[in-house]
């Protein structure tokens, strides 16, 4: 019997051998949001990989339970030491996780944890957001206002923050800093309730979103995409640039902005067999449009992007054989192979 255990704010365990879905949703993982909308975000990224789940579990055969953690600072310590094998987590979270730098230096004692990549998904665009009253249109008008941050509950979210607020030319005396005790949901929080005029970090599709706009509309903040500019953003923060329009769903989003982009991973431990993961990536790539239905996130959980020559993490040898195989692993791809796995 194998057992594979996915994490993704919460634990997905897999056995072999046939049985039932029992899924779990992880509670733990919500617990310092507060209701309603603001949860949404939180429950976002456990659907998408419960939806991950429920696909590798129907075309493998296998049992599926979810149970809860509170995210990658405890789950990666875990996949260390083979008691977590699979997760689903941001590409900054992958790298500085599999360092141990980045915010990781304590919950992994200095030691990487061995994780490494199967599939690049959906992508997350971030940018700054406050309220239509605020007066706040471009970063110039930053200046002088209260702005979110410095997030506690997640260093890969202050590195957003310090990734934007470098973008918009701006340094710690030229706005009056916030820190706030939890993520993006947290800094939102923040600017409904009047103790921020704006938060750095908020990614668009986010619920608390539509809540912010019903109590004082929403106004998301362009990015300079200069190369400059972005060249400043990504001594943070790895992620490009992306000129969004507003669109139905895109709440916040009223004109042409730049937002940053970056990817969720699915990510597998180093110890995990070559076998499984091969299994795992062919399932999802052959049943890619099987994710579609089960969240609205996963319908951009696409096999064109599953290899990234922007990665963060070496692609485990699994998944490669298997995309060697399919003819998706493009021969750059070897030497971007080559360099992340030199990287210590």
């Not at 399932?283 to 449009?289: D, F, I, P, Q, T």
Request: aromatic share 8%; charged share 15%; with cysteine.
């Amino acid at each position: 019997m194998v057992v594979f255990a996915f994490i993704l704010f919460g634990q997905i365990l897999f056995v072999t051998g046939g049985g039932d879905i029992f899924l779990k949703l992880a509670q733990s993982a919500m617990g310092r949001y507060r209701g309603g909308p603001a949860k949404a975000a939180v429950v976002a990224i456990n659907a998408m990989g419960i939806g991950l789940a429920k696909v590798i579990g129907a075309h493998l055969n296998t049992q599926v339970k979810v149970m809860p953690t509170s995210g990658p600072t405890e789950w990666l310590p875990q996949m260390a030491t083979g008691e977590v094998h699979m997760g689903v987590l941001n590409n900054y979270d992958a790298m500085h996780g599999r360092h141990a730098d980045g915010g990781y230096e304590k919950a992994l004692r200095g030691k990487g944890a061995p994780v490494m990549l199967l599939t690049s998904g959906t992508p997350n665009w971030m940018t700054l957001i406050t309220s239509a009253n605020s007066g706040i249109k471009n970063c110039a008008d930053l200046k002088g206002k209260r702005v979110v941050s410095q997030y506690s509950g997640s260093a890969g979210v202050t590195a957003q923050g310090s990734a934007i607020m470098a973008n918009c030319g701006l340094g710690p005396g030229d706005y009056k800093q916030v820190a706030v005790a939890g993520g993006p949901n947290a800094g939102i929080q923040a600017v409904m309730d009047g103790s921020a005029d704006a938060t750095a970090s908020a990614a668009v599709g986010m619920g608390i979103i539509a809540e912010l706009d019903a109590r004082k509309g929403a106004r998301f903040v362009s990015l300079d995409p200069a190369p400059d500019a972005w060249a400043k953003f990504q001594q943070f923060f790895p992620a490009s640039s992306k000129k969004l329009d507003p669109a139905k769903g895109r709440v916040g989003v009223l004109e042409s902005i730049y937002v940053a982009e970056y990817p969720f991973y699915l990510v597998a431990g180093a110890g995990l067999s070559q076998e499984a993961v091969y299994r795992i990536v062919k399932v999802l790539w052959e049943k890619n449009a099987d994710l579609f239905p089960m969240h609205a996130r996963l319908k951009d959980w696409l096999k064109e992007n599953y290899v990234d020559e922007g990665a963060t993490i070496p692609y485990h040898p699994g998944a490669v054989k298997f995309y060697k195989e399919v003819g998706a692993w493009p021969a750059k791809m070897d030497q971007v192979q080559a360099k992340l796995l030199a990287q210590k």
